[in-house]
């Protein structure tokens, strides 16, 4: 492909496999026929992955990047990276539709529109895109004010916005809540949620999925963190007044919210921090996989003893009631050492999976052959 033989004479484009975390690949543990390996590194905290229509990966690095990644020879390794922007803050969160790459910042969304054309013709120069603005009506708090995106099939952007805070209530309702935007402008479409990173669409039912952050200083085994479910636009799910399934809040349990709570649909576990997630709609995991959600659980980071660092895959059944949750990658928490944090799944279209790792400063790649 015309991309590909572009790329393979760019002499300066940074090359990225040095091989000095291979070492570590042998603590992860996967199940039976899987194989995990490490698609890029060297890079500045990553988290939230796209793929372009010609495969190019674009990922968002909370340190201020977008950049692309291209394995050229097709053997599971990025062979080179760009930079698509810079000079950002909080960059985390990217998404496709129509060829256009979204990305973010903390109280902005951006796009560059056919991405991949451009790509094509700006490889061998240090040349930016134009970046044209969604929006610039997003507050700037930093306090989980990094987002991740995700588009609908009708093209309408999902993000979050996290509230300010470990435990407040604000008049701002933009603040913990996950928004849609489209040529209207912005609408809610989840309230009462305090910190999600990570949301998704069901492949079948086309119902949103989400996880949420619970609150800190309770205690080292409440509240829990979250998977909800959202199946009426509008929902409320609880925060501040109201945690995981059962915890008032104990100081904002007393008011009266006048909302309905909608309760999760599975309790994650306190303080493990799940961050991104993925649905698998590919051919190349075992087919009982199909539609089951992998959620990252970042891991801890206030508890006496850590707990998350590792991969779950969640299967449910026809009405999206969850049947089953199983660890899927473990290993990176040994003892009380850590040496990488899972944050973002997504799922390739040769069904394969990528998933960052913003503390290990890499992306790995999971295949699975019987």
Known sequence: MKKYKILTLIPFLLFLHSGIFAQDLEKLVLKPGFKISIFAENLSSPRQIAEGKNGTIFVGERTGQIIALVDSDKNGEADYKKMIAKDLEYSTGVSIFNRDLY?????????????????????????????????????????????????????????????????????????????????????????????????????????????????????????????????????????????????????????????????????????????????????????????????????????????????LRVSFDGNGNVIDSTDFITGWLQDESVFGRPSAPFILSDGSMLLSDDKANVIYRITYKK
């Not at 590919?282 to 801890?300: D, T, V």
């Open 103 to 311: 990305f973010s910042e903390v109280s902005k969304i951006w796009k560059i529109e056919n991405i991949e054309s451009w790509l094509n013709d700006n490889i061998s120069n240090s040349d930016l895109p134009k970046k044209v603005l969604v929006t610039d009506e997003l507050p700037s708090d930093t306090w989980h004010g990094w987002k991740w995106l995700k588009h609908d099939e009708q093209g309408q952007l999902y993000f979050n916005v996290g509230a300010p805070c470990n435990i407040c209530l604000s008049e701002n309702s933009q603040y913990a809540s996950i928004l849609k935007i489209n040529d209207s402008g912005w609408h809610h479409v989840a309230k009462g949620v305090r910190n999600s990173v990570g949301f998704d669409f069901h492949p079948v039912t086309k119902k949103l999925f989400f996880t949420d952050n619970g609150r800190d200083w309770m205690g080292d085994d409440t509240p829990s963190c979250e998977l909800n479910r959202l199946d009426v636009n509008g929902q409320f799910f609880g925060y501040p007044y109201k945690h995981a399934s059962n915890v008032v809040d104990p100081e904002f349990g007393d008011v009266n919210s006048g909302f309905d709570f909608i309760d999760p649909i599975l309790e994650l576990g306190a303080h493990v921090a799940p961050t991104g997630v993925a649905f698998y709609d590919g051919s190349m995991f075992p087919a009982r996989m199909q539609n089951n959600l992998f959620i990252a659980l970042h891991g801890s980071w206030n508890r006496s003893s850590k707990v998350g660092y590792k991969v």
